[in-house]
Each structure stands twice: as structure tokens, then as C-alpha cells.
């Protein structure tokens, strides 16, 4: 079989994304897919079968600091902080996916391959 990279894209409206992306999951592949509707966006991993919500190519760790600085302003604890900036991220992240859910007009471009950071993907799924 011919397993050179691939990638595809299109309107999420002709097929759904829970379908989208339980083909892209039950299909064996692997990459990276990005999900676009206006302003709204998303990345997603797609590895051994499961989703993984990935952080944004021009995402800025910094925000997900200054969030946890204001959300525990009684609590500083940097021992903790990153586990705290990674569950606001992850819950933000799902927030997106929820949203896009919904959204009308979105679009998707999937790229198989590796996924950029696997560490990422192991915290996000």
C-alpha cells in the first residue's frame, strides 16, 4: 500500500465534523487537523485513534500565565502553575471545539504525519 503524506480539505457541512473526525480516528490516520470558521480555529492530533487537542501555531504561552496569575491571585504557587495553565488551556481549547461545533461555515485542512509536539497531544487527550 502506498502510505506517502496526504492531505485534503474542504467544508465541514457536506460530511459533519463528529463524522470528520470520527472517520479521520477509525480510518488509522495520523496528522494534524485544522479546523477554520471566521475568527474561530482549532488543531487537532489524530494519532492511534484518538483526538488530541493541540495548542494553536501562533499561540502564545504567555496568555495561559497571565490567566492563571488572575484566576489564583490568593494562591501563588509556581510549583503548580503549569498544571494550572494546562488545564486552563485544555479547558479553552475545549471551549473552541464546542463552539465550532456549532459554528456554520467551517472549514478543514488535514495533514497526515507525525504530530508536532507529542508531549502535548499525551496531556490534551
Do not use: Y
Request: glycine share 12%; charged share 30%.
Amino acid at each position: 500500500a502506498d502510505r506517502r503524506p496526504v492531505s485534503f480539505q474542504g467544508d465541514v457541512a457536506g460530511i459533519g465534523l463528529g463524522e470528520l473526525l470520527q472517520g479521520l480516528a477509525r480510518g488509522g490516520r495520523e496528522g494534524v487537523l485544522t479546523l477554520r470558521a471566521g475568527a474561530m480555529g482549532a488543531t487537532i492530533g489524530v494519532a492511534g485513534g484518538q483526538i488530541h487537542l493541540l495548542p494553536e501555531p501562533d499561540e502564545d504561552p504567555e496568555v495561559w500565565r497571565k490567566r492563571c496569575e488572575r484566576a489564583w491571585t490568593k494562591d501563588p504557587n509556581q510549583r503548580i502553575d503549569t498544571l494550572r495553565m494546562r488545564e486552563i488551556a485544555f479547558a479553552a481549547r475545549v471551549e473552541q471545539m464546542f463552539e465550532l461545533l456549532d459554528a456554520q461555515g467551517v472549514h478543514f485542512r488535514f495533514d497526515q504525519g507525525p504530530l508536532p509536539d507529542a508531549s502535548a497531544a499525551a496531556e490534551s487527550d
